[in-house]
């Protein structure tokens, strides 16, 4: 399996721009999860769904924030609109079976300038 | 108080030493615990997984989880610069259903140095 697929790797845009991440998960894994890191803040779970349904999302920072899972195969984590404070890198994971093991993709490293 | 308290490090050994990396936690709920390595500009990799108190060994790594002092720490042996990343603590309070968080450290950065 080629694992968590991330993209962008990168992306650079300018204040107020829209942003769209993007992820692959696992073929076969139930769980997706999006993570935020940050030198000050470390890993941060933003939100996670399971079998394509958003289960917790209380570490979305704001409205600005939305994800979506449209099939098994896919979820985008959406910025709009985007802010220099957002500059970080946004990792996806997958999972499945009782035992929690996340996946990590490469993560999407954002600068909002 | 933060829910899981890790030394950010850095820390910078010789080659062939011993490294003790540590966590503590202040949810007694927690019982699934994890160490995730992670090297610059990729994202964290499993590379121990315990479940509740006592101790795991593979090869070179030992994970060690003391629940009665909310105390988890990961030993490398023989330190070689490839281990060379920074290390994160990972905790959850159950596996399945509605609580499948994961709570992570900061991460302590360790430098082994030829």
């Known amino acids: 399996d080629a694992g968590v697929i991330q993209s962008p790797r990168h992306e650079v845009t300018e204040m107020g721009q829209e942003v769209t991440l993007r992820c692959k998960p696992i073929?076969?894994?139930?769980?997706l999860f999006w993570y935020r890191q940050t030198m000050m803040r470390g890993l941060e779970l933003l939100i996670y769904f399971n079998n394509n349904v958003p289960i917790d999302d209380s570490g979305m920072p704001e409205d600005r924030f939305s994800a979506k899972m449209p099939n098994a195969s896919f979820s985008t984590l959406k910025i709009q609109p985007s802010e220099p404070r957002d500059s970080a890198v946004y990792f996806c994971a997958s999972s499945t079976g009782s035992r929690n093991i996340q996946y990590f993709g490469a993560g999407t490293r954002l600068s909002v300038l | 108080q933060k829910e899981v308290e890790q030394d950010p490090g850095p820390l910078s050994v010789p080659e062939g030493a011993i490294v003790s990396l540590n966590c503590t936690y202040s949810?007694?709920?927690?019982?699934?615990f994890m160490w995730y390595r992670q090297y610059s500009r990729k994202g964290p990799e499993l590379l121990m997984y315990t479940y509740s108190s006592g101790n795991k060994e593979d090869g070179r790594f030992t994970a060690q989880v003391d629940k009665s002092s909310k105390y988890i720490s990961l030993f490398i042996r023989d330190s070689q610069p490839s281990d060379s990343a920074t290390y994160l603590c990972?905790?959850?309070?159950?596996?399945?259903?509605?609580?499948?968080?994961?709570?992570f450290g900061k991460g302590t950065l360790l430098t082994v140095n030829p």
């Open positions: 949810n007694s709920a927690f019982q699934y």
């Open positions: 990972a905790m959850s309070a159950y596996s399945g259903g509605s609580n499948y968080k994961l709570t």
């Open positions: 073929s076969g894994h139930d769980y």
